[in-house]
């Protein structure tokens, strides 16, 4: 199963995709499961796995730069 989020036109919406013999369509996937044919996926917007809010970065050398600046770790 390979799942997707697309632009529905309406805003993002998560959908599978399906083979057959038409070529991959995608189905749109909601909370009871797979609904109604979106669209076809070559024809379609696809969007980004996810939508992260909050993004956390960690420096590896955050020492070092205490260091440089004469800080106290």
């Known amino acids: 199963m390979r ?4 632009d529905s036109g309406q805003g993002p919406r998560t959908g ?14 909601g909370p009871s499961g797979p609904g109604a044919v979106a669209g076809r996926l070559a024809e379609g917007v ?3 796995p ?11 050398n955050y020492p070092c730069q205490l260091a ?6």
């Open 46 to 48: 696809l969007l980004a």
């Open 68 to 73: 440089e600046k004469g800080r106290p770790r």
């Open 50 to 60: 996810c939508d992260p809010r909050t993004i956390v970065c960690v420096g590896s």
């Open 3 to 6: 799942l997707v989020r697309y």
């Open 16 to 29: 599978r995709v399906e083979t057959g013999g038409d070529g991959d369509v995608v189905r749109e996937l």
